[in-house]
């Protein structure tokens, strides 16, 4: 464990926030195995599409319980479980957990997909779904969201951009919400688990839409995926 990651797995406002998240993201995991839930009890005759919905449904509650683990662990001061995996791969994890939507596009920009991110894989797909799924609300009936990576010395840049209207800057990790079923908790948990990489997320201007820019510092032990 380094410093660095043990001072901040163990802040509890780090801890608190990385709760937050659980609570956040339970509610998105129960209402998606909820609804597949009942689509299943809806459709017995069918065999084949049922055995999808119960396989979606414990798909969910794996994620669900991964999720409380890893949160748990990292509030806890364990350290994170950092491996070298590619930028892709990290992607289609957090993409996995966002309804899609008609009419938004989220793409990743192709040839960044084999670059590689240090992170623990399961806490960052998670902080790049929030951030997909606020740029997705926040673009209405029909815009894009657009992830990509680079390198700048020892550190790595995440930008998540969107074209939609923006977002006010004194809202940004206010823990407020302009969405009416919304908590206003997904920017404080992509913060904290950005922080618990020992980085760093801020807005970047922008002619148009929102770009998040999360910057990770790449240097230290991490094992790669097989």
Known sequence: MTDVEERQGADPRIAGELCALVLHDFRNILAVADTSAHLCAASLDDKPFATRQLARVREQLR???????????????????????????????????????????IVVTP?????????????????????????????????????????DGSSEIVRVH???????????????????????????????????HGGDIALEPSPRGTTFRITIPSAGPARRTP
């Not at 960044?112 to 926040?138: G, H, K, M, Q, Y």
């Not at 800057?169 to 922080?195: C, N, Y």
């Open 63 to 105: 994620r669900a319980q991964d999720l409380a683990n890893r949160c748990m662990a990292v509030a806890k001061g364990e350290p994170l479980q950092r491996a070298r995996v590619p930028f892709g791969d990290v992607c289609d994890e957090a993409l996995s957990a966002v309804a899609a939507r008609d009419g938004v596009s």
């Open 162 to 196: 969107d074209d939609g209207p923006g977002i006010p800057p004194h809202l940004l990790f206010a823990g407020v919400t302009t969405k009416a079923s919304g908590s206003g908790l997904g920017l404080l948990v992509v913060r904290a688990i950005v922080v618990s």
């Open 111 to 151: 040839d960044t997909r084999s670059v590689e991110l240090t992170c623990d894989t399961s806490l960052f797909a998670r902080a790049l779904a929030n951030l997909i799924e606020n740029a997705r609300d926040a673009i209405g009936a029909r815009g894009t969201v657009s992830l990509s990576i680079e390198r």
